[in-house]
Nanobody, 128 residues
Framework: QVQLVESGGDLAHPGGSLRLSCVAS????????MSWARQAPGKGLEWVAG????????RYADSVKGRFTISRDNTKDTLYLQMNSLQPEDTALYYC?????????????????????WGQGTQVTVSS
């Protein structure tokens, strides 16, 4: 049974930093590309960042490029999102997601249909 459990969400001030974690279980983590996505209040789900199974070629949405860093520790089956220079518009519920099996090359990381498993989310609130 695939499980993705996010943590690390909190209240942060503008300009602050947070680090999110996503612990995976129930599948071979090292074989799957992974992503982070978020949903702000009253808005749809937005892809944030993605990374291949071997940790290569991280990709970012324009809205977070230069501020967020996605990484993974395949020895710990854990995905991370380091968030710096946080802004109020980063307030959202953050999810980690697994790319569906058989997707070797990902042309469009922001196409949500390529993900087959999601965590329950962790809340990030940025406010002064």
């Amino acid at each position: 049974q695939v499980q993705l459990v996010e943590s690390g969400g909190d209240l942060a001030h503008p300009g602050g930093s947070l680090r999110l974690s996503c612990v995976a279980s129930g599948f071979t983590f090292t074989s799957y590309p992974m992503s982070w996505a978020r949903q702000a209040p009253g808005k749809g789900l937005e892809w944030v960042a993605g990374i291949y199974a071997d940790g290569s070629d991280p990709r970012y949405a324009d809205s977070v490029k230069g501020r967020f860093t996605i990484s993974r520790d395949n020895t710990k089956d854990t995905l991370y999102l380091q968030m710096n220079s946080l802004q109020p518009e980063d307030t959202a519920l953050y999810y980690c997601a697994r790319v569906a099996p058989g997707t070797a090359i990902i042309a469009n990381w922001d196409r949500l249909s390529i993900y087959d498993s999601w965590g329950q989310g962790t809340q990030v609130t940025v406010s002064s």
